[in-house]
């Protein structure tokens, strides 16, 4: 099979093959006289069939350049061959293991490499494969796959009531399927990673198996990490700390769904091949969930408290934070750049003014100008600013009558301002009512404030700490 998959291939040699698959493919290590190692697969059933049909296209897809963006190597068709109404494909071989998920050791090696290596699939272009016609899901997509998923287990039955509410509350969650859809192998396992020793340790060297190559959830490349024990939180570090695009923080809940759902889908498996074995398993696997379902309340699938915020989340954050008087300098003694203030220094203010330093030169009168905003005053007693203002134009009536009645046209027509109006509103039409405030300009009016007669409102100080 394998010469007529390949021209001119020559063999020396063959022998049983295994990556730890599970009997979908009938495979055999080729050694050939050139000391070249291959593979030959055979699919063992149409599902194997079919996946091998996606992988085909997935790997003829990955060109060069999509080679070159990841740190392991991707197996090469050599060829094919027709054979039993199937096809006989023939790969290079990628030396190396494979680890169980539940030996991958935590820490730095195995499973930060591993961690990376799913970042690498993860931070692919996604053109590459709408190209070639692989599946580019969304975010809403993958929700109503996992939706359709839970509602045909259901279906059946053979559900337990506790894991469908489980599932049911994660499928409705907003929050949970807020996500970018990435570039996915989409059937990841601990067999798919191929593993070498080097000298800083083993490293992963292949990654095998890409039938379901996709754009969709990149948790469902985690999935698996539910079993493997105190691994999987070194190996989602490390994805996070090589991610070039920054993963969502619910994506270890999705991808503890997505594990959970593999016991639907094997279930579903036996349904639809009838297979009593198969169902009896999944029915067994799923009464045990029952059991971690209703005593881990460590690990639920949808946060009931809101979204968490992330440390990096927070320290952006505190970065952008206006900072409060007294942690940095202020470019301005008076300036706010927070609702809190020092109370102290506006006292401190008020109390030399006390001492008698109004006078101020035209600079400092103009800075004080540039920040009214931050001085604190009193009310305003308009009916003390009429009267004075009132004694001010009899003393300058007496003086030069001509010359006042020329400066207040308005007054000598019978107009008054809106201020005039409603003084005299207030006094019920009383003629006896003291002269109303104009907005006209009396410059004796401003020498007497000048010459300290009259107090300006800026520098009036509240008569109690409440006003």
Not at 32 to 57: G, Y
Not at 430 to 441: N, R
Request: proline content about 5%.
């Amino acid at each position: 099979m394998a010469t007529s998959a390949v021209a001119d291939l020559q063999l020396v040699g063959s022998g049983p093959f295994g990556h730890g698959q599970t009997g979908d493919f009938d495979s055999a290590l080729l050694r050939t006289t050139d000391d070249r190692e291959l593979v030959i697969r055979v699919p063992a059933n149409e599902q194997s069939a079919s996946d091998q049909s996606v992988e085909l296209i997935a790997l003829s897809a990955m060109t060069a350049g999509i080679r070159s963006r990841l740190p392991f190597d991707v197996p090469t068709v050599q060829g094919q061959a027709s054979i039993r109404g199937t096809r006989a494909v023939v790969y290079d071989y990628l030396p190396g293991y494979n680890v169980d998920a539940a030996r991958i050791p935590a820490g730095d090696g195995v499973a930060t490499s591993i961690g990376a290596a799913i970042a690498a699939i993860h931070s692919l272009p996604g053109s590459f494969v709408a190209e070639v016609g692989l599946p580019a899901l969304t975010a809403a997509d993958c929700r109503t796959a996992a939706h359709n998923i839970i509602e045909r287990a259901a279906a059946t039955r053979l559900l337990p009531a506790a894991v469908k509410q489980r599932w049911t509350d994660a499928a409705a969650d907003d929050a949970l399927w807020q996500f970018q859809p990435t570039v996915i192998n989409g059937s990841l396992s601990a067999e798919s990673f191929v593993i070498t020793d080097h000298e800083v340790g083993p490293i992963v060297t292949g990654v095998i198996g890409w039938g379901s190559l996709r754009v969709g959830d990149p948790a469902r490349d985690l999935h698996w990490l539910s079993g493997a024990g105190e691994a999987a939180d070194s190996v989602l570090a490390a994805y996070r700390l090589s991610a070039t695009r920054h993963p969502d923080r619910l994506i270890s809940q999705r991808s503890m769904l997505h594990a959970e759902l593999e016991l639907a889908r094997w279930l579903l498996h036996g349904v639809d091949t009838r297979d009593q074995q198969v169902i009896d398993d999944a029915v067994s696997l799923l009464d045990g969930l029952v059991d971690h379902v209703l005593g881990d309340l460590m690990h639920p699938l949808s946060p009931q408290t809101g979204p968490i915020m992330a440390v990096a989340d927070v320290e952006e954050m505190l970065a952008h934070t206006p900072q409060t008087r007294g942690s940095a300098p202020s470019s301005s003694g008076i300036a706010m750049e927070t609702d809190s203030y020092d109370r102290s220094q506006l006292e401190e203010a008020l109390a030399a003014d006390d001492a008698g330093r109004s006078t101020r030169d035209e600079d400092t009168n103009a800075n004080s100008l540039s920040n009214t905003d931050a001085i604190e005053t009193g009310p305003i007693n308009l009916v003390s600013v009429q009267q004075a203002a009132a004694a001010s134009r009899v003393a300058q009536d007496a003086d030069h009558p001509t010359a006042d009645a020329r400066s207040r046209p308005a007054s000598s027509a019978g107009t008054a301002s809106p201020a005039s109006s409603a003084g005299t509103a207030n006094s019920s039409g009383s003629d006896s009512a003291p002269d109303a405030y104009t907005a006209e300009l009396d410059f004796s009016t401003l020498e007497a404030a000048e010459s300290g007669e009259i107090t300006p409102l800026t520098q009036r100080r509240p008569s109690s700490s409440a006003e």
